[in-house]
């Protein structure tokens, strides 16, 4: 799986219209290098800036609609492909999209996300700090956790899964949303193995998987899954246990 599951990755608030825009960059056909500067000029004039971004965060906020929609990693191709698809249908949940691929793409997302889950199948509300508390376990005491944590958790709030409390650095749940089409509910069931080092899950973890806390999956059998996708197979262990793997792991 390469360097990209160990990778903080996320260095700014990220915002869904920005990723909109960058699908909308790649239906275009633009390259890297093009794309690049579009975004660069979309950014001067985007929503979800309180002053002017600088050069630098338009950098990291390109990059990171880079690496999601115009230029993912080989291995996340296929994803993205199909993210696009089911964009050019017109689903009601475009949000659940883009929240796939930046699963897949950054990890640690995916990560936070899978904290925030866990935190609120306890509780109605999760701390920054008990957050930072977990990442840390699980990435190290890195000075940048706690920062890279914010922006994530500042963009979960900006998409509308997440709510401030009165309590400053206290979140709240939101009512999670029901996924109904199931290409998309198995887009992001193959966007989690992706964000897995492992590239594989059982079934029943990855239907209920806590960093997809702000979607409601549907029900599916591994056999439904593997049939309507080419990028993840199902083995069996046990009596009636599945695990569902990607494809050439």
């Not at 002053?51 to 338009?58: H, L």
Request: one cysteine or more; aromatic letters at 10%; proline letters at 5%.
């Amino acid at each position: 799986m390469g360097k990209r599951h160990e990778k903080v990755g996320i260095q700014r608030e990220l915002h869904v219209e920005w990723f909109e825009h960058a699908a909308a960059v790649y239906a275009a056909g633009y390259t890297k290098g093009p794309a690049r500067q579009e975004f660069y000029s979309y950014l001067d004039n985007a929503n979800g800036f309180v002053s002017p971004p600088t050069a630098q965060t338009k950098t990291y906020i390109a990059n990171a609609l880079i690496k999601t929609w115009i230029e993912p990693e080989k291995e996340l191709i296929p994803l993205r492909d199909t993210a696009h698809k089911l964009l050019n249908n017109a689903p009601s949940n475009r949000t659940a999209i883009h929240w796939a691929l930046l699963c897949a793409a950054y990890p640690f997302w995916f990560n936070v996300a899978s904290c925030i889950g866990r935190l609120l199948n306890l509780q109605d509300q999760v701390t920054q700090a008990q957050i930072v508390l977990r990442l840390k376990e699980k990435f190290g005491d890195r000075q940048t956790i706690s920062r890279r944590a914010r922006y994530v958790i500042r963009s979960f709030v900006a998409w509308g899964v997440l709510k401030d409390s009165q309590a400053l650095g206290c979140y709240e749940k939101v009512t999670p949303v029901a996924v109904s089409d199931h290409d998309l509910a198995i887009l992001l069931v193959a966007a989690a193995l992706h964000a897995l080092p492992e590239g594989k899950g059982t079934l029943l973890l990855l239907l209920n998987n806590p960093a997809s806390f702000p979607f409601q999956l549907p029900v599916m059998t591994g056999d439904f899954i593997s049939q309507h996708t080419d990028q993840i197979e199902v083995v069996r262990y046990g009596f009636d246990d599945e695990l569902l793997k990607l494809k050439g792991i």
